[in-house]
């Protein structure tokens, strides 16, 4: 029997690892949309912006003050009302409900992998009377868009969940207008794969310095959902991605580095009001300091356009890279 070519050969074991790229795909999107279905179905996932004191925190680093939120901040940028917005990974639709409560949008289509999200964010959206929103259920890693149709499109906390960030990005860019704005709030921290005990090492070191009373575990896991195969898919690689289409507005990175792998390991709520915020405040200067060194902030807020030829980056778009 004759032996088959080494060309053959080739083109068999690319047929056979193109099939199994299809299939890793289809089967992290089963399990994607089965986590994302039974977090939405309860009471919706709970992260380190939870936390009051880590919130005011976050605002200020943001916008100023412990009292404005992003939006504030984006609000006064002074971009405008946008006729027509889009918002990928809306997941409980509640970022397209303050948008329509601050009179930011006029009409805003949400769109998220899980049904169950889905079907919150409409129900929500009647309950709270805002009749200019519209959802529907989409994969963002096989996304398609009309061109050139959207004034606006929002990620929060979405993109780092995306594998195919390059076509995702591409149709994002596609279906801006021209003069068209991308708002970006993200975690751009190391993705999955890149965690390890070097990374962790500064993480466990502060976790010890908290009052055991607050600890819920012995010692810091690595911060990744492994039951959620999307999570932190490649989210270190999402700021030069984007940076080769789009063009900054302003930017402002707010940290995570340190509070953002601790405190789902904390119950801080053991403690006092005084001791809690205390711990946080402290975290937060650490972060500062880290950040302040050299290190890159694990989350950042970002408004962008689409980068046209000759586009010059605004004033507003200097990094806050000291952290207070």
């Known amino acids: 029997m004759q032996r088959p070519s080494a060309t053959l050969r080739a083109k068999e074991t690319e047929r056979i690892d193109s099939w199994r790229g299809v299939l890793s795909r289809?089967?992290?999107?089963v399990l994607v949309v089965r986590y994302w279905g039974a977090v939405h179905s309860t009471q919706g996932p709970r992260t380190w912006l939870h936390d009051r004191f880590v919130r005011s925190i976050v605002n200020e680093r943001i916008s100023g003050?412990?009292?404005?939120?992003?939006?504030?901040?984006?609000?006064e940028l002074g971009l405008g009302v946008f006729d027509r917005a889009l918002s990928l990974g809306c997941g409980t639709g509640a970022l397209e409900r303050d948008l329509a409560r601050r009179g930011l949008v006029r009409t805003c289509l949400g769109l998220?992998?899980?049904?169950?999200?889905?079907?919150h964010s409409?129900?929500?959206?009647?309950?709270?009377?805002?009749?200019?929103?519209?959802?529907?259920?989409?994969?963002?890693?096989?996304?398609?868009?009309?061109e050139a149709r959207y004034d606006a499109i929002f990620f929060h906390q979405a993109l780092h969940h995306v594998s195919r960030l390059e076509s995702c990005l591409q149709a994002v860019r596609s279906a801006?207008?021209?003069?068209?704005?991308?708002?970006?709030?993200?975690?751009v921290g190391p993705s999955r794969s890149e965690w390890n005990r070097m990374r962790m090492r500064g993480v466990?070191?502060?976790?010890?310095?908290?009052?055991r009373a607050a600890r819920r575990v012995g010692r810091v896991g690595l911060p990744v959902d492994w039951r959620d195969p999307s999570e932190a898919i490649r989210s270190s690689e999402i700021e030069d991605l984007v940076s080769g289409l789009f063009a900054p507005i302003a930017r402002r990175p707010y940290g995570g580095n340190l509070l953002a792998p601790l405190l789902p390991n904390l119950s801080l709520d053991v403690l006092g009001d005084d001791e809690h915020r205390a711990v946080v405040e402290r975290l937060a200067e650490q972060e500062s300091e880290r950040i302040a060194g050299g290190e890159r902030s694990f989350y950042v807020v970002a408004v962008l356009r689409r980068r046209e030829q000759g586009?010059?980056?605004?004033?507003s778009c200097r990094d806050e890279v000291q952290l207070d």
């Open 176 to 187: 801006l207008r021209e003069g068209g704005v991308l708002y970006l709030d993200e975690y």
């Open 112 to 119: 998220d992998i899980s049904e169950a999200a889905i079907a």
């Open 311 to 315: 586009l010059r980056c605004e004033s």
């Open 65 to 75: 003050s412990q009292q404005r939120w992003p939006l504030d901040w984006f609000r």
């Open 204 to 211: 466990r070191s502060a976790f010890r310095s908290i009052p």
């Open 122 to 146: 409409r129900r929500a959206a009647q309950e709270a009377g805002i009749d200019c929103l519209e959802y529907q259920v989409a994969d963002l890693d096989a996304l398609s868009l009309p």
């Open 26 to 29: 289809l089967v992290r999107r």
